[in-house]
Every structure is written in structure tokens, then in C-alpha cells.
């Protein structure tokens, strides 16, 4: 079992309880056993793009962490230069439309909306120059940002205890 959060246990009727780890798999499983709209497509080439874009995307929140944490500005450069390149990407390959394929909140988007929201409890500065000359990308950012479903996954003292993570973890954006 892993360490990670969340932990979400599923009571069984056969007494075999099982716990879930890792964020995709939970997502997936809500997609596959809750009801409400879908977040995959039905169109099985385009959910195994999806899927390309949600690998995409965990390399990029890895990226963006890594950078957000860094404690020296050798790694903050190279890990914002590295996150910038992963963003410079999704510019070239976004849609028109608020959501990463249009008009239709997907999973994809359900993966992006935490790492941009990082991007909101920083310093503007930073953020506007990573994010300076993608448009679409920033279009996409915000309409994630402002979507009520994104806005209530995190509760009302969320930015302080991220400020706290960095601050305690000696990073050097927590200045």
C-alpha cells in the first residue's frame, strides 16, 4: 500500500474491504461506478489520447512541483524552464474552447486544474512569466480556476496551508 492521499476503503459485502491508492486509479474508478457526466470519451481512440494527455500531464505536475519546491534557484530555474517547455506544448495542441478539448470538461482537465491552481498562491510574477505568450493555455487556466466543481475540490484554508508547505519546506517561493 502507499503513503499518498487520498485513501478512499471500499466496503465490500464479502468482507474483503479494499483501499484505493493513487489519484488516477481512484479517478477512474469514480468515473466507472458514479453516475453524472463522463469525463472519459466514449470513442476509444480519443480516451487513449486522453489518456496520453493525462500521462503528459502527471510528468508535467512533477515538473511544476519540483520547481514550486525547489530551495535553490539553480532548480527553480531549470525546473521552471522545464514546466514552461511542457506548457509551450499544450499551447501548440489546445483546442478552441474552455476545457483541453473544447467545450466538455474531461478527465484531462480534472488532471490540470489542480497543478494550475498551484499557480494561483504564488507570487504573480512568477506566474506571469511562466504562463507569458499562451494564451490558450491561460484561457484554459482560468476557465478551470472558475469552474465550481474545481473551486470546491479544495477547502477555504487551502492557499495558507500550501503558503505553510512551502514556507516549512524552505522553499524558495515561499518568500
Known sequence: MSSKVPLPKMERA?????????????????EETQGGARLYSEDALS???????????????????Q???????????????AFRNRLERLE?????????????????????????????????????IIFQGLPRVSIWREALALRASVVAAVGRDYGRRFKQHLAEHQA????
Open 14 to 30: 464479502d468482507d474483503w474491504d479494499a483501499t484505493l491508492f493513487e489519484s488516477m486509479v481512484i479517478c477512474e474508478y469514480l
Open 47 to 65: 480516451r487513449a489520447q486522453q489518456r496520453a494527455w493525462i500521462e503528459y500531464g502527471t510528468a508535467a505536475l512533477a515538473e511544476a512541483w
Open 172 to 175: 524558495i517561493l515561499a518568500d
Open 92 to 128: 501548440d495542441v489546445r483546442d478552441q474552447g474552455p476545457y483541453f478539448s473544447g467545450s466538455t470538461f474531461s478527465m484531462v482537465d480534472a488532471v490540470f486544474a489542480p497543478l494550475f491552481r498551484y499557480f494561483d498562491l504564488i507570487n504573480p510574477t512568477v506566474t506571469q
Open 67 to 81: 520547481f514550486l519546491n525547489a530551495k535553490d534557484r539553480a532548480t527553480a530555474d531549470a525546473k521552471r524552464a
